[in-house]
């Protein structure tokens, strides 16, 4: 068991040893002006006392894995945490940046023997980051390209164009070559890296409100396009619709609906985050549905917390709880459901598939059963376990544009576990990490194929065979 000098074992578990000398152990924070939390909404104490800080998460964490600082590990943060409620650390340049680097990726919440819920106290702690620290004016210049267009698919979509010219006319080629962008600004030459394949599909926003059930009427569900999967990823959503239909679903997809809130959520952005969510809730409110569908695991991981992010609203509480409840992941509505449509096989012979967990799904919504057996009803289907499933892709929202060194080195190594199993195919249920590991395939030379799970199951519905690389 790994243990830091800042923790003393007692003779049953292990606890913080809270020094009131704090700061002189750690001089690298110390500051003129003591700045902290404000009264908001703090991380809260009880549940910051819950961690013992016994380690079992310092494996399990990707940050750590990479940084190797036990302020990088989620113990390390919670006892951070402690110190600035506390009022023996401030909130300054030193120690806002040990809490940028967490991916948020929860694993650490599915591997705690005590149940601590980091979930619940890193959201806090980056919504008082958000209000109570100052951020370099490029930190705040990058951050503001993101939250002011990613989140909205209206202020993206005249992007499409110049991004498909600057594609389509080689210009893409040309800047990566130069290798200039990294030493200019690594984080836009992330953004660039990862930018996807825009293509005549991107452009179509066709799918229209109501689609009826094929066949017998089994449930009416609500559907939500999302923001970088509705332009990026249209052929997800295209198929979404179709194995829903083929399945027995009227599909019912409002549009007026905008972000899940995902993004502006998980990086602290308060009323932005408010804001969508209540704009999701008003879009689906009264369309009888029976669940509202997700088919990318950040958004869906998201869409269930909007009993939290609208706890202190009155007027929404009830609303967000109830909405909350109905939302459900396509596969885990379609495992729940049951699959009615025939299934054929995707090629002659057997294919060799490996999954990749996503973060959000896997631990923030525990989902990771379903997509395994909705893929091994395809005939021929053979399924492929990586090392270290359960360890981020280094994706995590837009971490990989944010912390880019760090997402670098998950990428690589997730992408590396993935080939090494031998598979044909790799399966991935969110658009950052399916964007995060073409990357590294293509830095690799790889070309292996890449698809959504709910792809395959469209192919196999309408029996489209897929071409062997």
């Known amino acids: 068991m790994q243990t830091s000098e800042k923790y003393?074992?007692?003779?049953?578990?292990?606890?913080?040893?809270?020094?009131?000398?704090?700061?002189?152990?750690?001089?690298?924070?110390?500051?003129p002006e003591l700045q902290g939390f404000d009264a908001n909404n703090p991380p809260n104490p009880k549940l910051i006392d819950t961690c013992v800080h016994c380690g079992f998460c310092l494996s399990t964490c990707p940050s750590y894995r990479v940084l190797g600082k036990e302020m990088d590990s989620p113990r390390g943060r919670i006892y951070l945490m402690d110190a600035i409620n506390e009022g023996e650390a401030p909130l300054n340049e030193a120690t806002a940046q040990h809490f940028?680097?967490?991916?948020?990726?929860?694993?650490?919440v599915t591997t705690c023997p005590s149940g601590v819920q980091y979930d619940k106290l890193i959201g806090a702690t980056?919504?008082?980051?958000?209000?109570?620290?100052?951020?370099?004016?490029?930190?705040?210049?990058?951050?503001?390209?993101?939250?002011?267009?990613f989140p909205y698919p209206n202020r993206l979509r005249p992007l499409l164009a110049p991004m498909f010219l600057y594609q389509k006319l080689g210009v893409q080629k040309l800047v990566r070559l130069t290798g200039l962008l990294p030493k200019i600004s690594p984080r836009l030459a992330a953004m660039e890296s990862i930018l996807p394949e825009i293509t005549i599909e991107s452009f179509r926003d066709n799918l229209p409100d109501v689609i009826p059930a094929q066949g017998e009427k089994r449930y009416r569900v609500g559907m939500i396009l999302g923001c970088v999967q509705r332009l990026?990823?249209?052929?997800?959503?295209?198929?979404t619709v179709r194995v829903l239909t083929a399945n027995g679903c009227e599909v019912v997809i409002p549009k007026s609906q905008g972000c899940c809130a995902a993004l502006p959520e998980h990086q602290g952005q308060t009323a932005q985050a408010k804001v969508l969510a209540r704009q999701m809730i008003d879009s689906f409110a009264n369309m009888g549905v029976d669940a509202v569908i997700?088919?990318?695991a950040g958004c869906g991981h998201t869409l269930k917390e909007y009993g939290h992010i609208l706890a202190d609203d009155p007027e929404y509480r009830e609303k967000a709880e109830d909405f909350a409840a109905h939302v459900k992941d396509v596969?885990?509505?379609?495992?729940?459901?049951?699959?009615?449509?025939?299934?054929?096989?995707?090629?002659?012979?057997?294919?060799?598939i490996v999954y990749q967990d996503a973060c959000h799904l896997l631990h923030g919504q525990k989902i990771s059963l379903q997509p395994r057996q909705l893929l091994q009803q395809i005939p021929g289907v053979?399924?492929?376990?990586?090392?270290?499933?359960?360890?981020?892709?280094?994706?995590a929202g837009v971490y990989n544009m944010l912390q880019p060194e760090v997402a670098e080195e998950l990428g690589q190594q997730k992408v590396e576990n993935l080939l090494n199993t031998g598979a044909e195919l790799i399966a991935s249920a969110n658009?950052?990490?399916?964007?995060?590991?073409?990357?590294?395939?293509?830095?690799?030379?790889?070309?292996?194929?890449?698809?959504?799970?709910?792809?395959?199951?469209d192919y196999s519905i309408r029996g489209v065979k897929l071409q062997r690389n």
């Open 232 to 239: 990026f990823f249209s052929p997800v959503n295209e198929a």
């Open 431 to 457: 658009p950052g990490c399916s964007l995060q590991i073409k990357k590294h395939l293509e830095l690799q030379g790889k070309s292996v194929t890449l698809m959504h799970p709910i792809e395959l199951l």
């Open 100 to 108: 940028d680097t967490c991916l948020g990726c929860l694993a650490c």
């Open 331 to 352: 596969q885990e509505f379609l495992a729940s459901a049951g699959l009615t449509a025939k299934l054929h096989p995707l090629i002659d012979g057997d294919l060799t």
């Open 294 to 296: 997700i088919n990318a």
């Open 382 to 395: 053979k399924l492929k376990e990586p090392l270290d499933a359960a360890l981020c892709c280094g994706s």
């Open 8 to 31: 003393t074992v007692s003779s049953d578990e292990l606890k913080p040893a809270k020094s009131s000398n704090f700061l002189a152990q750690n001089p690298h924070l110390q500051t």
């Open 126 to 149: 980056r919504h008082q980051i958000d209000r109570n620290y100052d951020r370099t004016f490029s930190d705040k210049l990058i951050r503001s390209i993101l939250f002011n267009f």
